[in-house]
């Protein structure tokens, strides 16, 4: 599939070579952390609570450590009491108190699934029946399933010791308040001639990583630990486990496993530290992973959320003023993505007056985790909903309304400084430009939607050696695990600078003692800023090459050039050298060459999507089908645009399945009810058509290669857009996730069928 | 503990023994005894497809079977799928169309579209979507993965399964 680079400038950069991690992994070779054994290795079982919220009045495990086969048994009594306030582990800020929390619970349980004790025994079957075994004594409290609860005055409290610089020494669900303001938003709103005010709810969602969580903990007499595991950061996991487990960072390796998909749900640590705790116990490496079960009832969904969204435009087409409230579900702990949520909520928009409250509250669930442009795709939800009702009133195509207040390079973010160059209007043409947008879409219940999305990406550190090896060829080590086919783009990078092909480079991910601090995986910053690392380090190893090759001939380094792979000499007439020629000369010049770089990358280029989407709705059984679907992205550069196209895809059919059918489903009593994956309903196959795509290239002027990383803002658009597409279809405003069969049903059957800017709330 | 039997099956061609308890799936048997760790385990109900391999010509979730069903079977896994260093077209073809991001499903969505192409040289894009309709992937949506499977039933309809050009 090799192809014609897109971009004269390059010659391997916008192609599409094989992946270097490709065939161990269609020949079912490739190691996951699920696939490491150890010689003499146990395996270990989670006890987690059947409460949403109780009081743990005791634990027994005399009948369970009985059972043959059981080497032993951990509770928070094992864990090492550790500081209840905000510490820096990497570039993410944690409690170290509340990550301990959420690992064993300690004294309450809070939330259906929250872990108490861990059995590690011969084989997983005995530690399954061990835990059955552990008897614990609860006291039940009412459990705190939503915001609207949770917030309520009077509402039962989940942490004693929570208090928001609000509410002084009151005890309180809300964790945080974040205000955004500008402008005169009141003057803005009697500017209007439109004011639409909706209000919606969105259901906590989850990752879907097909790979459950996984762990293998091998702890030494000399009081080191090795952790194996598929996780989306190695330097993450070592530094939350070394929090919790009271361990130096220096003491801990953490070697990545491959990883079967993460989406941010793998961003933090659950099994790890019982791994090294269960080892400790019993000398003997400990394996963990989790059920499915596990996975959805205990790991790290994203919130479920509450947003009110006003909003008002003059009759030409001008938004003038968004007034906006919104609460987000934590879970147990603080920590929603509700303050990105609310810096992304309006941000494609020119909006002058603005007001937005946001609030992080907990209440008994999981505690929820990153997921795809955290807090962005609830926002959007709402705001792109709203945005396409005031484009109909204005009478403009929704398309051209975006356009119309579009930001551009110099326009203020919510947060204050201007974009630099950005691709947003860009996205919003090339949907209108598309086969798509310029079909025509005919037929009864059917419907067209469009709708944009916003996320900021990360920077963050990486680090890179690129390694020259004796034949030519080179190696490029990141730190970076690979989640999506970004070793492939490490080595096309390395390739670039060096002049080799794509093949020549083996990308590598290193382990935590053999490549300088990365951060994770994760806010679309591989490419971006560990790209850009590759990049330095291979410049590194060629400026090396450079005095190497001036050496050779005797010659000052700046007599020597550096291109298409091959150095050339000033002046006289002696012929070039390539690497491959220079290579064996290494070590009488020098010795061997290896390329460094370490950044933290700044200079990220924000990310904006647009999507369309037709749908047919069932007016008898209110299912929604997906007919036809685009998304436009700016990439910045594509530097293989078969996995950005990838990224792009999977991030779209992520947004359909959260606009449509996924949920968490809680009983009255806070227990889930949907913990496999026939109730949990991921699309498959059959639910959607082929993706289209439009990669936009609005080069990011803050990466050498142009590049903003493409891995998140996807998600962000569908489910306004299917909500968009399933007015146009039968009339109805939906205002809440899923926009599920019955949800939907209920609507039509209450619209009737027939007027118009009608709306559907449940 | 239960006590354990003996279970002889071919397994990617081999004649294999090994011994199982009677709870241990399929899946367990293949991963954790015969350590076949190519099939993946995404939820152990039979609603991910991750643990598919073809027994006796037919693609069976190996978490929905117990080790000792195996008996006197004969089991493909992703491990069998290439022959002798030589990958099959659905390998080349789900590399060169970029059909997996993190790969977890890939083993699963393999043994999957071999059935079907094994049934039906000449799938349209709707059988594709049916057949592989039990297999979940979180990652691509799906679009590449289709695509793959057309490609390579029209490559093996013209260079057939073992004659498959190699890249
Ligand atoms: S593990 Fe067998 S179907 Fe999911
Ligand atoms: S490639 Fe990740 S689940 Fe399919």
């Not at chain 1, 480079?505 to 850009?532: C, N």
């Amino acid at each position: 599939m090799a192809e014609a680079t897109t971009n004269g400038k390059y010659k391997v950069i916008g192609t599409r070579p094989i992946r270097h991690d490709g065939a161990d992994k269609v020949t079912g070779r490739a190691k996951y952390g699920a696939d490491y054994t150890f010689p003499g290795m146990l395996h270990g079982k989670v006890l987690r609570s059947p409460h949403a919220h109780a009081i743990i009045k005791s634990i027994n495990f005399d009948k369970a450590l009985k059972l043959p086969g059981v080497k032993a048994i951990v509770t928070s009594k094992d864990l090492p009491s550790v500081a209840n306030k905000l510490e820096q582990a990497g570039e993410m800020a944690i409690n170290p108190h509340h990550l301990s929390m959420n690992i064993l619970a300690h004294d309450r349980v809070l939330y259906d699934g929250h872990a108490i004790a861990a059995v590690a025994a011969i084989n997983g079957h005995i530690a399954e029946e061990a835990v059955r075994l552990i008897e614990v004594e609860y006291e039940v409290l009412p459990p705190v399933m939503t915001v609207d609860v949770a917030m309520k005055p009077g509402a039962t409290i989940l942490h004693k010791d929570l208090r928001n610089q609000e509410d002084g020494d009151k005890q309180t669900n809300v964790a945080q308040h974040y205000q955004f303001k500008r402008g005169d938003v009141a003057a803005g709103f009697k500017a209007a001639d439109y004011v639409v005010e909706r209000e919606f709810k969105t259901a906590m969602v989850h990752q879907g990583y097909i790979e459950p969580h996984n762990a293998v903990g091998i702890y030494s007499s000399d009081g080191t630990a090795t952790i194996y595991c598929s996780t989306q950061g190695a330097f993450e996991v070592r530094s939350f486990s070394a929090q919790v487990l009271g361990m130096p960072v220096g003491k801990i390796r953490v070697v990545p496993a491959e990883i079967g998909g993460g989406f941010g749900g793998k961003t933090t640590v659950y099994l790890e530290p019982l791994s090294v705790l269960l080892s400790k116990k019993t000398g003997a490496p400990v394996k963990l992973v989790m059920s499915r079960a596990e996975v959805l009832r205990a790991s790290g969904p994203t919130s479920g959320s509450q947003i009110k969204v006003k909003m008002g435009a003059t009759k030409d087409g001008k938004l003038v003023a968004a007034e906006i409230w919104m609460a987000y579900e934590a879970g147990a702990f603080p920590g929603s993505p509700v303050g990105a949520g609310a810096m992304c909520i309006i941000t494609p928009y020119k909006v002058e007056n603005f007001l937005i409250d946001a609030y992080d509250v907990v209440v008994n669930r999981p505690k929820t985790a990153a997921y795809r442009a955290p807090g962005a795709t609830n926002a959007a939800f709402a705001s792109e909903t709203v945005i396409d009702e005031l484009a109909e009133k204005c009478g403009i195509d929704p398309i051209d309304f975006r356009i119309k207040n579009g930001v551009k390079e110099g326009d203020a973010q919510t947060v204050g400084p201007p974009f630099k160059r950005i691709g947003f209007i860009q996205t919003c043409e090339a949907i209108k430009n598309s086969p798509h947008y310029k079909s025509k879409l005919t037929g009864k219940n059917r419907g067209r939607g469009v709708a944009s999305g916003f996320w900021f990406n990360a920077g963050m550190n990486s680090s890179a050696t690129v390694n020259i090896h004796a034949d030519g060829t080179a190696s490029v080590v990141t730190g970076s695990p690979d989640i999506g086919g970004s070793r492939a783009s490490m080595a096309m990078i390395t390739a670039e600078v060096l002049g080799l092909s794509a093949n020549d480079v083996r990308p590598v991910t290193a382990d935590t003692d053999s490549i300088g601090h990365t951060d994770v995986t994760g806010g679309s910053r591989v490419t971006f800023a560990t790209g850009m690392a590759v990049y330095e380090a291979a410049q590194d190893a060629v400026k090396q090459m450079i005095e190497r090759a001036s050496k050779v001939w005797e010659k000052k380094p700046d007599e020597v050039e550096f291109r298409d792979g091959k150095f050339f000499a000033k002046g006289n007439g002696v012929p070039p050298m390539s690497i491959k020629d220079l290579a064996p000369r290494f070590s009488r010049t020098g010795g061997p060459i290896t390329g460094r770089a370490s950044v933290n990358g700044r200079g990220v280029g924000p990310g904006f999507a647009t999507t369309c989407v037709d749908v047919e709705v069932d007016p008898e059984t209110g299912k929604v089908q997906i007919l036809r679907c685009t998304i436009a992205q700016d990439a910045g550069k594509a530097i293989h645009p078969s996995y950005v196209e990838g990224q792009m895809q999977g991030g779209t059919a992520q947004g359909l399945g959260w606009g449509l059918n996924e949920e968490y489903f809680y009983d009255e009593k806070g227990i889930l009810r949907n913990v496999g994956l026939l109730d949990y309903r991921m699309p498959t196959c059959l639910d959607l058509p082929m993706i289209e795509t439009c990669v936009v290239e609005e080069a990011n002027p803050g990466h050498p290669l142009g590049v903003r990383g493409v891995g998140e803002v996807s998600i962000v658009p569908p489910p306004a857009a299917l909500a968009n597409a399933i007015y146009r279809a039968v009339g109805v405003r939906m205002l809440e996730t899923p926009m599920s069969p019955p949800k939907v049903l209920k609507a039509v059957l209450k619209h009737g069928g027939s007027a118009q800017h009608s709306a559907a709330a449940d | 503990m239960s006590k354990k039997t003996l279970v002889e099956a071919t397994v990617n061609g081999e004649t294999v023994e090994f011994l199982c308890e009677p709870r241990q799936s399929l899946l367990e048997s293949l991963r954790d005894i015969l350590e076949l760790t190519g099939a993946k385990e995404g939820c152990l109900t039979g609603d991910c497809g991750a643990c598919s391999v073809m027994i006796d010509g037919r693609v069976v979730c190996s978490c929905l079977m117990f080790g000792v069903e195996a008996q006197g079977t004969n089991i493909t896994t992703v491990e069998g799928l290439a022959t002798t260093g030589t990958l099959h077209s659905l390998q080349r073809k789900f590399l060169e169309h970029a059909s997996l991001q993190c790969g977890i499903c890939t083993p699963g969505f393999l043994m999957a579209a071999k059935g079907l192409l094994d049934r039906n040289p000449e799938p349209n894009e709707a059988d594709v979507r049916y057949a592989l309709a039990g297999n979940l992937c979180r990652c691509t949506g799906y679009d590449k993965i289709v695509k793959a499977v057309l490609d390579a039933a029209a490559d093996l309809r013209t260079h057939g399964e073992g004659k498959a050009a190699a890249r």
